[in-house]
Nanobody, 120 residues
């Protein structure tokens, strides 16, 4: 069983930055693909970014490419999402997820989410 705990959300003005963290339990964290997703009010959950075991292997949604950076520290069992140039449309609950198969196309484990609110 893997437990994921997000932190770092909050209220920020448009153009500002936040860094989200996702702390994971489990001895094989380095083998997992990890992802960030978000759900805005009244909308479906959407993919934000994904990272495989190697920090060089990342993938982003077009809406965040160039503004968000996903990274991981396998020694700390932690994944991060650095969010810069935030826009009001980035307002959502952000969730981290883990795929123990290491691919990142389907996720078995999910965190509880952290709220990000961007004011205009």
């Amino acid at each position: 069983q893997v437990q994921l705990v997000e932190s770092g959300g909050g209220l920020v003005q448009a153009g500002g930055s936040l860094r989200l963290s996702c702390a994971a339990s489990g001895r094989t964290f380095s083998n997992y693909a990890m992802g960030w997703f978000r759900r805005a009010p009244g909308k479906e959950r959407e993919f934000v970014a994904r990272i495989r075991w190697s920090s060089d292997n990342t993938y982003y949604a077009e809406s965040v490419k160039g503004r968000f950076t996903i990274s991981r520290d396998n020694a700390k069992n932690t994944m991060y999402l650095q969010m810069n140039s935030l826009k009001p449309e980035d307002t959502a609950v952000y969730y981290c997820a883990a795929d123990p198969r290491g691919v990142g196309y389907g996720y078995d484990y999910w965190g509880q989410g952290t709220q990000v609110t961007v004011s205009s």
